[in-house]
């Protein structure tokens, strides 16, 4: 079993044709997660446990410690809107359908910042669906945001799939 380390060029990410969500309305909503609140806690633990992960052991990977700072946002699902209107705005208590966390590590003394993704984790009922995509986008845009520009992921060779997204998402091995 090997790590695969991939990273991609902030500055270039969304350059590429198909890096960025499409601009269509997604059955879904990405949000913010503030790890001080419930309903953030609870939406992570819940995607978390639909892939076989303990929340608890997840929620304690999410928290911010002396010289990291982790961020969050999480994907769910929208209530059906009337033909020709535009989706409502997600319930906060709506089914969770993926999490995606970002690490900032930051050096002691001089040195930059250093950005990667820690999880990415979509429900395996609505894998393939554009979750990933989206909940990716919200991590690079803020990296963008911060000044970074790299964000590296590990992944492991046992999982071609996951390889393959992050290649499809503007990824490449380092």
């Not at 992960?53 to 009337?82: M, T």
């Not at 409502?88 to 089914?95: K, L, R």
Request: with cysteine; glycine share 14%.
């Amino acid at each position: 079993m090997g790590v695969v380390r991939m990273a991609i060029d902030v500055a270039e990410w969304g350059c590429q044709p198909g890096i960025e969500p499409g601009a269509g309305v997604a059955p879904f909503a990405v949000i913010p997660l503030v790890w001080g609140e419930e309903r953030s806690r609870a939406l992570a633990a819940a995607v978390a446990a639909s892939c076989g992960l303990r929340p608890e052991g997840f929620l304690a990977e999410c928290a911010s410690r002396p010289g990291r700072r982790v961020q969050g946002w999480g994907a769910v699902a929208r209530a059906e809107g009337a033909p020709g209107k535009a989706p409502p705005e997600p319930d906060p208590h709506a089914h969770a359908v993926g999490v995606i966390l970002l690490l900032e590590s930051i050096p002691p003394g001089p040195g930059a910042p250093r950005f990667s993704i820690l999880w990415l984790l979509v429900r395996p009922e609505s894998r393939r669906l554009g979750v990933g995509r989206a909940l990716v986008a919200a991590a690079l845009g803020s990296a963008r945001g911060l000044g970074a520009s790299r964000v590296t992921i590990d992944t492991l060779d046992r999982w071609p799939e996951a390889v393959a997204f992050w290649r499809g998402v503007g990824f490449f091995r380092c």
